[in-house]
């Protein structure tokens, strides 16, 4: 078995090397920014029902399901703030090393990290739509009244992510199957692979002959499937050695 120091290396040299890095990203990488997963350990569905995030519930019970919805993607994310792996993936970006980020998150800590190819296949919580007039509001002026949040029309706001049982969204899917298809190197973080179709696209990218580098500190659905190098590692400190051991062999 080899040590995390020379799979490191591997996927610094693959990173380093790479002429179309991309990223896909779930849930793991923003745990170190104090949001919870959904899965695993006392993640959230193991604390909350999915059912309050299932579109045709939250339509016909909006006043039950805004209250959950608020503690689970609220109460926390608006504190929350990027960490070190949000941040690297940054950095990658602006060296025009990393080409994209396509992310099953709805916290916008990609965006606010400084990544500006962010491809949000489940939307975003920022901001919130009108299930009647469709006009939509950012999160914070919203949510800080009352609950459920009403447009002015009278509608009930609904957090822009997307629910179980919505499309995902048409540009956003496009994207993440032309990326997939183009990137030579992808880093899976902080994902299960749980959940379709967003775990079709570091299937794709595998086919297209991607080489696949996973970073998680458990194995999941890819591990044993597609994955060329898992580093069983927590996203903040395996992004930060990769990016150490690229500067030192830079030059
Ligand atoms: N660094 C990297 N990975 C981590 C860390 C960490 N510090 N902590 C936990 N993980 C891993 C867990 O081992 C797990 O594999 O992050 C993963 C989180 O898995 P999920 O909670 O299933 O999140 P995700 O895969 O993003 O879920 C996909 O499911 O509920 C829907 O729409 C929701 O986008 C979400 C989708």
């Known amino acids: ?34 949001i919870p997963s959904f899965r695993g350990k006392d993640g959230l569905w193991s604390r909350y029902d999915p059912k309050y995030v299932e579109i045709d519930y939250f339509k016909k019970y909006p006043e039950e399901c805004w209250p959950v919805l608020f503690e689970i993607f ?7 703030r990027p960490n070190k792996a ?19 998150n709805i916290d916008n800590l990609h965006q606010e990290a400084g990544n500006q190819n962010v491809i949000e296949y489940h939307g975003n919580s920022r901001t919130l739509e009108c299930l009647k007039c469709h006009s939509v509001k ?10 459920p949040p009403r447009c002015h029309c009278g509608g009930v706001l609904k957090p822009s992510f997307v629910f179980f ?38 299937v794709y990218a595998s086919r297209a002959g991607a080489f696949i580098i996973e970073i998680n500190p458990e194995p999941g659905e890819f591990t044993y499937n597609i994955v ?6 927590k996203a903040g400190e395996a ?13």
């Not at 609220?74 to 929350?80: D, E, G």
């Not at 949000?86 to 099953?104: D, M, Y």
């Open 1 to 34: 078995m080899e040590d995390i120091k020379q799979l490191i290396e591997k996927a610094g040299n693959a990173v380093k090397k790479s002429k179309h890095l991309v990223a896909f990203t779930g849930a793991g990488i923003s745990v170190e920014s104090g």
């Open 86 to 104: 949000h941040e690297v993936l940054a950095r990658w970006e602006n060296q025009g090393l990393l080409k994209a980020v396509i992310t099953q």
């Open 239 to 251: 992004l930060t050695s990769i990016e150490n051991y690229i500067n030192q062999s830079a030059g």
């Open 138 to 147: 950012t999160a914070t002026q919203a949510i800080l009244g009352e609950i």
């Open 74 to 80: 609220y109460s926390q994310m608006l504190k929350a």
């Open 165 to 202: 049982g919505e499309e995902i969204p048409h540009q956003a899917a496009m994207a993440a199957v032309q990326e997939a298809s183009l990137c030579d190197v992808m880093l899976v973080i902080g994902t299960t692979g749980s959940v379709m179709p967003a775990n079709m696209i570091p």
């Open 228 to 233: 060329d190098l898992f580093l069983p590692l």
